[in-house]
């Protein structure tokens, strides 16, 4: 049997006005503590790089790309990405992308154990709403300021067996996901056969 130690990555707030190289200085001191305690795959949060900025709303287009990252890693995250080949760890972690052509998506990339991307997601059924909610203390603007990603549901060889990857996801995901291999938990079971079945249960389908 395969076992994969996982550790989950909790980065904590993190301010409007933080850097991305001072987040990532968090990032590589969880990723030393991981490693210590023997993680073979550590897996940061969403939009970890920065602030979750879809509270805020916005109106100026160059405001807005100023939390996407053209390209991955860039000088910012290199250090995270070293460390994590030194460490011999995989990652996984989410950030705003802005592509060559101009889209935005909400994506996540993992790695394998020498740093190098083996997979990327970017997330498709957005939360919240698209305009100013007078309503709301803070806004929930995923709809606003990314696109519905078009990758779809992948998984990847990686860490010695297969790996799916999804941010948010409804249930049918473990339909889509399963049916590119099998995922099992210490315990043998397959949970994503598993999450399948309470999702046809609870009418979701798939």
């Not at 190289?21 to 993680?39: F, P, W």
């Not at 394998?112 to 083996?118: A, F, L, N």
């Amino acid at each position: 049997m395969r076992v994969i130690n996982v550790a989950a990555a909790q980065l904590g707030p993190i301010q409007k006005a933080d850097s991305r190289e001072a987040v990532v200085k968090r990032m590589i001191a969880l990723m030393d503590e991981a490693k210590a305690k023997g993680a073979d795959l550590i897996v940061y949060p969403e939009l970890a790089l920065t602030t979750f900025f879809p509270r805020w709303y916005m109106t100026d287009q160059s405001e807005v790309d100023a939390w996407f990252e053209r390209e991955m890693p860039n000088a910012a995250t290199r250090p995270l990405f070293d460390r994590a080949a030194q460490h011999r760890i995989a990652m996984n972690f989410g950030y705003a992308e802005l592509t060559p052509d101009g889209h935005h998506f909400n994506t996540s990339i993992l790695t394998d154990k020498s740093g190098k991307i083996v997979g990327k997601y970017r997330k498709i059924h957005l939360p919240g709403h698209a305009e100013y909610d007078t309503e709301r203390a803070f806004q929930h603007l995923e709809k606003r300021y990314f696109e519905p990603g078009d990758l779809g549901f992948k998984v990847w060889r990686t860490l010695g067996g297969i790996l799916g990857r999804a941010v948010l996801q409804r249930p049918p995901l473990a339909g889509d996901l399963s049916r590119h291999g099998p995922a099992r938990r210490r315990d043998g079971s397959d949970r994503l056969q598993h999450a399948l079945k309470q999702s046809r249960e609870e009418g979701g389908g798939a």
